[in-house]
């Protein structure tokens, strides 16, 4: 398979313990050419929800579980001194921002409180994380492969409004479009540093997060997360800056 070829030197996953996250983890940590490093990052590494992940780091020397909560700007900044320490220099080769939350509330329900929850979450906190995996010094994304990756959804897609009857969840796909204008920034912004930046559509999956309701997801995680390796294995240059879903087909603004 061409994934034989994929090699990530090192790899950072942001809200590491549960759903596409921890399915990152494993699925790179089970390549045919692991990274040398996988920095698991999330909010309570030693806690109840991080069994799993516990359990992993145990098995596989090459997996570092960082503790990270991403609307913390402090947090942020000592999850960054911990990879650059790990890394001694050589710099992280690619970021997944994967840490997100939602609401479900409609147009009538929605609050400020939860509009801005979700906006930090979803919205600044991967402006934050990019800003400091760039800043640290023996950190920033390096070598040619260098990439930021933000776990964006189709339900912010202004075209699409994805899965509408389903799920209102207002704040999210506000959140995941004002995500998307994220990513085009960043590409812009780091086209010079050679950095590839792209919003990734995971699919409607069977997580915590996408399950609740009457109709089950049709994507189990593991389906999803080949998809996006294999997606992320081919991508080059040209698409810096787009919006793509687990397939790698593009998805509309």
């Avoid at 997944?96 to 939602?102: D, F, L, P």
């Avoid at 801005?116 to 390096?142: D, E, W």
């Avoid at 069977?206 to 309701?213: K, N």
């Amino acid at each position: 398979s061409d994934m034989g070829e994929f090699h990530v030197r090192s790899v950072l996953v942001t809200g590491a313990n549960r759903g596409i996250g921890l399915g990152l983890v494993q699925h790179f940590l089970g390549l045919p050419k692991p990274p040398e490093w996988v920095f698991a990052g999330c909010r309570d590494p030693k806690g109840q929800r991080a069994q799993e992940l516990q359990k992993l780091a145990s098995k596989y020397p090459n997996l570092v579980i960082i503790p990270l909560e991403v609307t913390d700007p402090a947090s942020i900044k000592a999850a960054a001194a911990k990879v650059g320490e790990q890394l001694g220099g050589s710099g992280l080769n690619l970021l997944i921002n994967n840490a997100g939350i939602a609401k479900p509330k409609s147009i009538d329900t929605e609050t400020l409180e939860d509009m801005t929850q979700v906006y930090t979450t979803n919205t600044a906190a991967p402006l934050l994380v990019s800003q400091a995996a760039q800043g640290t010094p023996g950190s920033a994304l390096s070598c040619s492969k260098a990439a930021i990756v933000n776990m964006s959804s189709s339900a912010g897609s202004i075209e699409e409004v994805y899965l509408w009857q389903q799920s209102l969840v207002v704040s999210y796909r506000c959140s995941k479009a004002a995500l998307n204008m994220l990513t085009k920034c960043q590409s812009l912004g780091y086209r010079e540093h050679g950095i590839l930046c792209v919003a990734l559509h995971p699919g409607w999956v069977q997580t915590d997060m996408g399950g609740g309701g009457s109709q089950k997801p049709p994507l189990t995680v593991d389906d999803s997360v080949r998809g996006m390796l294999k997606v992320l294995s081919s991508l080059s240059e040209k698409d810096t800056g787009t919006f793509l879903n687990w397939e790698g087909k593009v998805v509309p603004w």
